[in-house]
């Protein structure tokens, strides 16, 4: 389901699973932080590949999904 998809990723970026996270992001994604910084998802592989983004946890909480 598309909830857990959303868990695999938070627990892909925890671990720094590269593989993991490839496989729940899709290729074309684009997040913008809330500084104004776009990150590919290259670029997002590449940080967790070489340590340079290390996210301690991840919840999710109320997450309702509606298609």
């Known amino acids: 389901t598309l ?12 671990r720094a699973d590269v593989a993991a996270f490839s496989r729940c992001v899709a290729d074309q994604r684009v997040l913008t932080t809330s500084d104004g910084t776009i990150v590919t998802k290259a670029m997002a592989q590449a940080e967790l590949r070489e340590g340079a983004l290390k996210i301690e946890s991840f919840r999710l909480d109320d997450v309702w999904v509606r298609v």
């Open 3 to 14: 909830i857990q998809i959303e868990h695999d990723w938070g627990d892909a970026m925890v």
